[in-house]
Nanobody, 113 residues
Framework: VQLVESGGGLVQPGGSLRLSCAAS????????MSWYRQAPGKERELVAR????????RYADSVKGRFTISRDNAKNTVYLQMNSLKPEDTGVYYC???????WGQGTQVTVSS
């Protein structure tokens, strides 16, 4: 199983980034997928989740209205569109699958002027 995140980087407050997570090694379309993040000195927290059936989305209160999770089952990829970024969004963002709880290696997002 592999989960490979990409799309992180340095962005100014108010800017946007789109994270991608390419999955392989399991039947992607049949599992819920999630994005988590971990800020320095803090615990890892759930940012967004999308179900395998129906594409039901769930978001942390801190990102509602700014972030959008989506998935493309044909490409085995889950995305996180992040708009109106704030300095408190800074952290390492991880992709997670409900298939045995595998994690990606993470991608750094830094929001700073």
């Amino acid at each position: 199983v592999q989960l490979v995140e990409s799309g992180g980087g340095l962005v100014q407050p108010g800017g946007s980034l789109r994270l991608s997570c390419a999955a392989s090694g399991f039947t992607f379309s049949t599992y819920d997928m999630s994005w988590y993040r971990q800020a320095p000195g803090k615990e890892r927290e759930l940012v967004a989740r999308i179900t395998s059936v129906g594409g039901i989305r769930r978001y942390a209160d801190s990102v509602k209205g700014r972030f959008t999770i989506s998935r493309d089952n044909a490409k085995n990829t889950v995305y996180l569109q992040m708009n109106s970024l704030k300095p408190e969004d800074t952290g390492v963002y991880y992709c997670n699958t409900a298939f045995r709880g595998y994690w990606g290696q993470g991608t750094q997002v830094t929001v700073s002027s």
